[in-house]
């Protein structure tokens, strides 16, 4: 964000960092999309609204799914199956609430008519209360449960 401050005034630095904000966002968006387009074409054209409610609900109940079957034919143990199936709830919830709070945080930085952009040293920039060096390990918490959870769906297929 040293772009930022080389603006020359804070009305300048706050437009610089809400778009900064809107164009980071989207590409954690946008990235999930893609990585979860691999397993059809329904799940790479998910909305803002609607990917929510896929990672927290539908991929994990598509593992259980899947999971339960491989219990049924009695190729899993039921303590493993449980085990997976919370792990993906989890997963799911976790990647839902983070996805969503960033969503909110976009939403506060591209259309609030508030001041919520503030500068603090040594933190840097935060949108309301939430630094953005925060938004960095969203984004690697956000892919690392992907990967789980795109990884057991593998596993369970």
């Keep these: 964000m040293k772009e ?12 610089f960092v ?6 980071y966002y989207y590409s954690v968006f946008l990235r999930c999309r893609k990585r979860i387009s691999i397993y059809g074409r329904k799940w790479g054209k998910q909305t803002h609204s609607k990917i929510f409610e896929y990672f927290r ?4 109940r598509i593992i259980e799914d899947r999971v339960t079957s491989l219990m049924d034919e009695q190729l899993i143990e039921e303590y493993l199956a449980r085990e997976i199936v919370e792990q993906a709830k989890f997963d799911g919830l976790y ?3 983070k996805l969503h ?12 008519n508030k001041p919520c952009i503030s500068f603090q040293e040594p933190e840097g ?8 060096v925060d938004l960095r390990e969203w984004q690697a918490d956000i892919d690392a449960r992907i ?3 795109l990884k057991v769906l593998d596993d369970v297929s």
């Design 4 to 15: 930022a401050r080389q603006r020359p005034t804070v009305d300048e630095q706050s437009d």
């Design 18 to 23: 809400r778009a900064a904000v809107n164009r």
């Design 57 to 60: 609900k539908d991929i994990p």
């Design 95 to 97: 990647i839902s609430e």
């Design 101 to 112: 709070d960033f969503h909110a945080l976009r939403n506060v930085a591209d259309y609030s």
């Design 125 to 132: 920039y935060f949108v309301e209360i939430t630094p953005l």
């Design 147 to 149: 990967t789980q959870l």
